[in-house]
């Protein structure tokens, strides 16, 4: 049943397949946000492209991450043994530890919406009191504040309730729409140190600008609060700035990987690149007991 308010925005619950969803219409935007996940699925201007991709094979499945949108990682990012070694030992079991952690299938709680001076806000949190997640037992608590104004904005706050401190490293993982990834880079990096898991996690330096010429699957260290996705297809520069966050992720499967992955058409990788808002490696969160973190990043997009 949809609602709105006096200025204008709706916020209307949805199905989509086995997934309930929430949809914000506001001010000429549009913003797609599952419950399982807290995912945001969709946000764009209807006068435009997208600005954050999904799948057009993307499966709405109850316990499974829907391809595209925005999955949060959480309380580790990517394989746990590549994970330091405090992350990792916040996990007790022995059994192999699913990547980008454990919340991606899980639903969230919609604690409120808040809808004020042309901004609406979703707030999504994870009672992870209540229900322990497996073999994770630390008394962290998180949660996602979505908020579409004239940009989209999400706040990942970490809450350790806990007497001991805990180290979780994490990622807002964000795909991007693009035009054709051959027309596409991405400023900011150069200078940043990164590593290169395609070759085996070696220690590189970025020069200039990043362009897209194969598979690429980089974390970035000592990235700077704003990053630009310059899309010369679409005419535009999406600004990526983040709070409180200097590592990142830039990920495109290309052909082959593309080929392999799940709820991803095969010539899907031309149309889409991930730059993941993080705190992995050296820049991983270590929450002392009873503190409170937040990462943010805020999207939006200006013509060329
Ligand atoms: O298929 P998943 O679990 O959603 O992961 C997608 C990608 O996520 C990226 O963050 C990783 O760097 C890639 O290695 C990985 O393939």
């Known amino acids: 049943m949809p ?3 006096a200025s204008g925005a709706q916020v209307e619950r949805l199905q989509r397949d086995e997934l309930t969803c929430w949809r914000v219409r506001q001010g000429g935007a549009e913003l797609l946000v599952a419950q399982q996940g807290a995912q945001v699925l969709a946000y764009g201007r ?8 999904l799948s057009e094979d993307a499966a709405f499945r109850r316990g499974q991450s ?14 746990l043994r590549r994970n330091p070694e405090a992350v990792q030992a916040a996990y007790a079991s022995e059994d ?8 991606r299938g899980l639903d969230w709680q919609l604690e409120d919406v808040e809808q004020q001076d042309g901004a609406v806000t979703l707030h999504f949190t994870l009672d992870t009191r209540a229900e322990p997640l497996p073999h994770w037992p630390q008394a962290v608590q998180p949660s ?30 964000t795909y991007f729409a693009v035009s054709d990834i051959h027309r596409v880079r991405v400023e900011g990096l150069a200078g940043a140190r ?33 990053l630009s996705l310059v899309d010369e297809g679409w ?23 593309g080929a392999r992955l799940s709820q991803f058409a095969d010539d899907a990788w031309q149309r889409m690149l991930c730059i993941e808002t993080a705190r992995v490696l050296d820049d991983v969160l270590v929450l002392a007991p009873g503190e409170r ?9 200006e013509p060329l």
């Open 66 to 79: 829907v391809r595209g949108g925005v999955p949060v990682c959480w309380p580790w990012f990517g394989d």
């Open 144 to 173: 996602l504040r979505i908020r579409l104004d004239e940009r989209l904005h999400l706040h990942l706050e970490n809450h350790n309730l806990g007497p001991r401190p805990v180290t979780v490293s994490q990622a807002l993982h």
């Open 3 to 5: 609602f709105a308010n």
């Open 96 to 103: 192999a530890a699913p990547a980008h952690g454990l919340v």
């Open 293 to 301: 973190h937040r990462m943010g990043v805020s999207l939006w997009s």
């Open 235 to 257: 005419g535009r520069r999406v600004q990526v700035e983040s709070l409180d966050s200097r590592s990142a992720i830039l990920w495109n499967p290309w052909i082959d990987k």
């Open 194 to 226: 990164y590593l290169d898991t395609l070759r085996d996690w070696r220690p590189e330096t970025q020069a200039g600008a990043l362009a897209f010429e194969g598979e690429t699957d980089r974390l970035y260290l000592d990235v700077p609060p704003r």
């Open 46 to 53: 209807v006068d435009q492209p997208p600005l954050i991709w």
